[in-house]
């Protein structure tokens, strides 16, 4: 059974910043194992996303994609996302936007709201340790993220117990 | 068959066409061509910026952690990557034993459990939307969505092919990505009763669109002859890896090497002596090695690797029905190696159909939730492990320092096998479509195609893929723009002058 929130971190752990969105992913792991939220919250991880991740997205109400990015100014930014078709020119990955377009058009499902938390970052070699402005951009991610994971539980567990009632 | 066009001679009086990057491709790569007066080809080449650094970035560190390190080098097939490393760290444990009959048929069932998702992704997804509307389709709907709105159980098929490979991998190795099921010396957790029932309930759906999708792979290729036979033509030898008895084993076994011929050039090579075998070329215009058979030559030696070479250089597939396609695919050879760069999709999908038999009879046999999975042995200090790669063979060549850290490294990855050949069938189609034409959308395609056939993917999960434009630039010899053709991220064209 999946969880109602889904938090997708994505990126090579071995390339600098690009580790950003399994870092965030690996932090919110441990906060949803030390908070008991495991029915509430799953966490999951990739290189980088294909296809077949569809098939996570169903079912979710609420999915949280975390991303590094380049030439951001802020440390994060917090963008909704919408399916769109696949980019006519792409490689073996697969956009955050294809993948709500493959669930709603291949699969069938419905869409959940979906966000990109999009985390600055400078340095993308292979071997690159974390750059001072992924650090920070690290830090007050998974701050904003947080608090973001509070209030959507609240929401899910008020709407589950008016439920009941 | 097209060598004259790797180096043209008087190249300050030829006009320069560059195209950059090559779509649907991983990596960066950018193709030139340069034009004469009458706008004849006289030089095409593709150049492939390969990111030598593996090597480093693996030196020093301790051989136990190298399998799942290295599985940070690529997010296309990273489970290549761990097991050709596995295979060359257990010299490291065990040195010549052999590790046990379950760690080898988890290892096996991991593998091809990788290698079906790998083909799945390229043949739907990259592949079929050349191959289903032609080439000359319009570039609006020659693309996936088109492939969607068009065939959507062709789509579906896509994506469930993908999963369930993935689904072995996250079962075998505890995570999706950066699992550790395969350690030095054998596999760290057996397959359970339950999950080898979760995996074989959909086994034979999974074998059945295999199946549909090689009669289709097959019927695109025989449906528009001798084009698709001429299409980015070459002729080269063929690499793999084959069991004892000569039958295609994507895991293990003995290298083959079948000429353009079909006699055998090399038979029961030790994989961990692939240097006597193999020699690779540096050539001062591209920063990928151009390697060949050093007893042979650089032009006799030239070899392929991959499902084409897989399929080419098998006497036998082991399972039913992956031996009747190959059969079938023979005949088509004549008694010869297929040699058609269009014919890698069809040998692809038998390779694919391979697997999923394969993985059916690995879950079916009782040593696949076997409890004994590490061996102990006399450890070595240098050790090679070779694997068939859903693009072709992969080796990596490990020598341990006296702390049992890496201090050698040599990995030859399947796209450097094949750099020879995609640079040949891109001359090929240059010769054949550009030559006095004006560059347009559908030339172009041609030429990326003819590099997709190849499938090569260069190992880089960065932030840097598909955001840039690909750009051709007509230029005339005194250097200027003459014209210039624009295909942004979004796939929308600009020409200029408009």
């Known amino acids: 059974m999946s969880a109602p929130i889904l938090i997708f971190g994505y990126g090579n752990p071995a390339r600098g910043d690009d580790a950003l969105g399994p870092l965030l992913a690996e932090r919110a792991q441990r906060w949803v194992e030390e908070q008991g939220r495991e029915t509430q919250v799953d966490v999951l991880t990739d290189f980088q996303l294909s296809p077949e991740h569809a098939y996570d997205l169903a079912g979710r109400q609420w999915v949280i994609f975390v991303d590094a990015a380049r030439g951001q100014d802020a440390p994060y930014r917090w963008i909704n996302l919408r399916p769109e078709e696949p980019c006519a020119w792409t490689t073996h990955a697969s956009s955050p936007e294809a993948l709500l377009w493959y669930c709603q058009t291949v699969l069938t499902q419905p869409v959940p709201p979906t966000c990109m938390l999009s985390l600055a970052g400078e340095a993308f070699e292979l071997s690159a340790p974390l750059s001072p402005r992924g650090t920070t951009a690290l830090a007050t991610g998974w701050m904003a993220l947080r608090s973001r994971l509070y209030s959507h539980i609240n929401n899910i567990t008020q709407e589950t117990e008016a439920t009941l009632q | ?498």
């Open chain 2, 1 to 498: 068959m097209y060598e004259h066009l790797e180096t043209a001679e008087k190249t300050q009086d030829l006009s320069r066409v560059v195209i950059e990057p090559v779509s649907r491709v991983e990596g960066h790569g950018k193709v030139t061509l340069l034009l004469d007066a009458d706008r004849r080809v006289r030089q095409a080449r593709l150049h492939i910026v390969e990111f030598r650094g593996f090597e480093r970035f693996i030196q020093g560190r301790p051989f136990r952690e190298i399998p799942t390190l290295v599985q940070r080098l690529c997010g296309i097939c990273p489970v290549s990557h761990l097991l050709a490393a596995s295979k060359a760290c257990d010299h490291f444990v065990i040195g010549k034993a052999k590790i046990t009959p379950s760690a080898e048929k988890l290892r096996r069932l991991l593998h091809y459990g990788q290698v079906l998702q790998s083909n799945a992704l390229h043949f739907f997804h990259l592949a079929s939307p050349d191959l289903l509307f032609g080439f000359d389709d319009d570039a609006a709907h020659r693309n996936v969505v088109g492939v969607i709105n068009d065939h959507p159980e062709l789509g579906l098929r896509g994506i469930r092919m993908r999963k369930y490979g993935q689904e072995i991998i996250r079962i075998l190795t505890g995570k999706r990505v950066h699992g550790t099921g395969s350690i030095p010396g054998g596999f760290l957790t057996p397959l359970s009763t339950g999950n080898r029932e979760l995996l074989l309930r959909d086994i034979d759906g999974i074998i059945e669109w295999c199946q549909a999708s090689t009669a289709l792979a097959r019927d695109i290729f025989l449906s528009n002859q001798p084009a698709h036979t001429l299409f980015g033509q070459t002729e080269s030898a063929f690499m793999s890896l084959v069991d004892a008895n000569g039958a295609a084993d994507l895991y293990d076994g003995v290298l083959r090497v079948t000429g353009a011929d079909g006699r055998i050039m090399v038979d029961g090579h030790q994989p961990s002596h692939y240097h006597d075998l193999i020699r690779e070329e540096v050539k001062p215009w591209s920063y990928m090695k151009f390697p060949y058979l050093s007893s042979f030559g650089r032009q006799a030696g030239y070899y392929r690797v991959g499902p084409l070479a897989r399929v080419n250089n098998s006497v036998c597939m082991p399972t039913p029905r992956a031996e009747e396609a190959r059969r079938e695919f023979a005949a088509f050879g004549e008694g010869k190696p297929v040699q058609a760069t269009l014919a890698q999709h069809w040998a692809r999908m038998i390779d694919t159909l391979l697997c999923a038999e394969v993985i059916r009879e690995l879950l079916l046999d009782p040593d696949i939730v076997g409890t004994d999975l590490m061996t102990s042995g006399d450890p070595l200090r240098e050790g090679v492990g070779v694997i068939e790669a859903p693009r072709g063979t992969l080796i990596h060549h490990y020598r341990l320092d006296d702390d049992d850290n890496i201090q050698f490294a040599n990995l030859i990855v399947s796209t450097t096998h094949n750099n020879r050949g995609m640079n040949d069938s891109v001359r090929a189609v240059a010769a054949e479509y550009f030559d006095g034409r004006e560059i347009t959308e559908g030339l172009l395609n041609r030429i990326e195609v003819a590099i997709r056939a190849y499938d090569p993917c260069l190992s880089c999960a960065t932030h840097a893929l598909g955001q840039m434009p690909l750009v051709i630039e007509a230029i005339s010899p005194e250097g200027q723009i003459q014209s210039q053709l624009i295909r942004h991220a979004d796939g929308l064209m600009e020409r200029s002058p408009a």
